[in-house]
Structures are given as C-alpha cells and as structure tokens.
C-alpha cells in the first residue's frame, strides 16, 4: 500500500493518509461489486463510498487505429503501471499534480475530476502522425533551410487532438482528429495543459536520458483545467527510444507500443517493456535511495 503524500493534488483532499490507504484497500478487495464509473478499452474505473474518490484497475489491451490492431498482452496492465507510478512520482517531487492518490496492488485510488474527451500531444521529432498524414513533407525544406526528415528531432510542441468515439455509427474505427486550439480551449484551459505538458514532459526526459533512453512524443489527458494530469505515463501512451534509435531502428533498441503496432510477439513486448521498468526503478532508486 502507498499513498502519493508529495502529490500537490493529494494535499487538497481532507482524508489522513491512513485514511485513504483504507479506502484504497476497502475498494480494492470489492472493486468488480462496485458501481461503474468507466469501463473502457484501457481501464477500468468505479465509485468507492465517498463522493469525488474513485478506484480505478488497468486492463492489458493494446489498440491501435491506424493499424487497425486491438488486443491483450498479459502482464502488461501491471508493467504500465509500474512504470507510471516510477514517473508520476517524479512528476510529484516536481510539484506537477495527478489524480492518483493511493495505490494497493493493482488498484489506485484516484480523485474525480472534469475530464475532457481532448488529448494533449507533445511531441519532439516527425514521427506517427505527422510523419503518416503530411505527405511529401519529408522532401520539404523549412523557412529557415533546414531539411524535414522523418525521425528527425525538433524542438517540443503541443497539439491538441479531439478524443472520437472508438467506432462510428456503421460500425467504423474512429481515429482521434487535430483539433484547432481555440475550439479546443472552449473544453480545456488549452494554455494551462500546454505548459504543464511541457513540463511533464521534460520531466519524463529527464528520468529516461539517465539510463540512455529518450522520449519522441507523449499524449496526456487532464482535467478541463490543464492543471491535474488524469492518466498514465507508459509505453501505451509515450514513444520511449535508445538514445541512437534513429540510427539503429531495431526493436531491441525501443520500449513503448511500437512493438506490438509492428507486431513483435507478446514475450518480445512484456521483455522490452519490463527491461525498461527495471532501469527505470534502478535509477530512482540510486537517485533517492
């Protein structure tokens, strides 16, 4: 059992600490009796006894819209939130604020906020969707004569994208569409979620350029004021590289959902992926042992 007491989100709820590491493990023990507040592909989410404070399980599903891939790898549940609690407790000795609250096992106690169907995309290099939608940009030069190249490392930015339904009316995948900025800050404080994006995901970098390893692109959700970040950090939702990736673009050398999108097998997936939780938890632990 564990309670995010350095979480600034934390400090704003009433409950001791012991407290809500009795609450987290009381919801934990009957979480499939509880009612649902979310069940959907990536986790499962539902109502404790008190209002405004939700318990919340991961499911070991992959998705993928652009390759039309959805699945289960075992294990994986659990080794994504390993690692994102590795990273949100970077986050919190930063004073960045999450949802989670508490965790027992499998399970977080999390706190309910105003999510928004809008996610906030980082990203440092021309990779996944730029690098698919925008054709012939590769060939291009910019305005400052630098040449575009696909994999080539750039500067952070932010967009934003608009959550779609997975499937539409017959039955169609749905993929997520940009969203213009000014649509999108009428649903978020589009301006508050860009900074603390940024800030996340230097963070992020940071805790990776440690053990060699670096971060292309990162999707975060939040709550409608860009202030509390409302999901995980783990390779479902972070493209996580060997430092010297672009030039030697073996799966060995890469640790996020790339993997399964160009389907590795699932031993291939759970060894990357905990690979990269181990010389994650390593890290910290010499960091702040």
């Known amino acids: ?10 400090r704003e709820f009433a409950p001791s600490d012991a407290e809500l590491a009795s609450l987290c493990a009381e919801s934990a023990a009957c979480f499939v009796d509880l009612p649902p507040y979310h069940l959907g592909e990536s986790v499962h989410i539902r109502r404790t006894s008190v209002p405004g404070l939700l318990i919340q399980r991961m499911v070991p599903s992959l998705n993928s819209i652009t390759f039309e891939r959805k699945g289960t790898v075992v294990r994986t549940d659990r080794l994504r939130l390993e690692i994102s609690e590795l990273f949100w407790t970077a986050l919190h000795r930063n004073g960045l604020a999450t949802c989670h609250l508490a965790r027992d096992g499998e399970h ?5 906020e105003r999510a928004v169907p809008v996610e906030v995309i980082v990203k440092a290099a021309l990779v996944g969707t730029p690098a698919r939608i925008y054709r012939g940009l590769a060939l291009r030069t910019d305005r400052f004569g630098h040449r575009f190249a696909e994999h080539g490392r750039h500067e952070p930015y932010v967009r934003f994208d608009y959550r779609n ?7 169609e995948l749905l993929r997520d569409e940009c969203m213009p900025e000014a649509l999108a800050d009428r649903l978020i404080d589009t301006a508050q979620a860009a900074r603390n994006a940024l800030r996340i995901f230097e963070v992020v970098r940071s805790c990776l350029a440690r053990i060699g390893l670096d971060v292309w692109d990162a999707c975060f959700l939040f709550d409608e004021t860009g202030r509390v970040l409302c999901n995980e950090i783990s390779p479902d939702n972070i493209r996580v590289k060997n430092a010297d990736w672009a030039t030697d673009p073996r799966p060995t050398n890469e640790f996020d959902k790339d993997l399964w999108r160009r389907g590795s097998d699932d031993a291939s997936i759970e060894s990357q992926w905990r690979m990269l939780y181990e010389r994650l938890e390593q890290d910290q632990g010499s960091q702040h042992g």
Request: proline fraction near 14%; charged fraction near 25%.
């Open 1 to 10: 059992m564990r309670v995010f007491s350095a979480n600034p989100r934390r």
């Open 108 to 112: 977080l106690l999390i706190s309910e």
């Open 165 to 171: 339904p997975l499937r539409g009316p017959k039955g």
